[in-house]
């Protein structure tokens, strides 16, 4: 429960603790601050320096927030998943074997010198 509403609030933090996986908490960082910078631009009246609030802006800003957060919430699903030893992307067997018809590329490269 702690792990979803953490990513709900703070995506990379969530992803960083939880998960270890700091190469994945970098790009969620950036969608995340991205999200809030444009929800306090849009705040701030956007690209037009109004005294309204830009609607557009903000939108942007939580659909940004949103991303992050899915994208958190995933990368947990997806941790908890492998620690469990299920089958994270489904796509087969971990070893592929070659035919018998197929030729050693280094027996290539041999003839070759």
Do not use: K, M, W
């Given at each position: 429960m702690i792990q979803i509403l953490l990513s709900?609030?703070?995506?990379?933090?969530?992803?960083?603790?939880?998960?270890?996986?700091w190469g994945c908490a970098a790009p969620i960082f950036v969608f995340w601050i991205t999200g809030i910078v444009g929800?306090?631009?849009?705040?701030?009246?956007?690209?037009?320096?109004?005294?309204?609030?830009?609607?557009?802006?903000?939108?942007?800003?939580?659909?940004?927030w949103a991303i992050s957060s899915v994208w958190a919430i995933l990368t947990l699903v997806g941790n908890r998943r492998a620690e469990h030893g299920q089958e994270v992307d489904g796509s087969g067997p971990?070893?592929?074997?070659?035919?018998?018809?197929?030729?050693d590329p280094m027996d290539e490269i041999r003839r070759v010198r």
């Open positions: 709900l609030v703070v995506p990379p933090l969530a992803v960083a603790l939880f998960c270890r996986a929800i306090a631009y849009g705040l701030n009246g956007g690209p037009t320096v109004g005294t309204q609030v830009n609607l557009y802006v903000v939108i942007l800003g939580l659909i940004l971990a070893h592929t074997y070659p035919d018998v018809d197929e030729s």
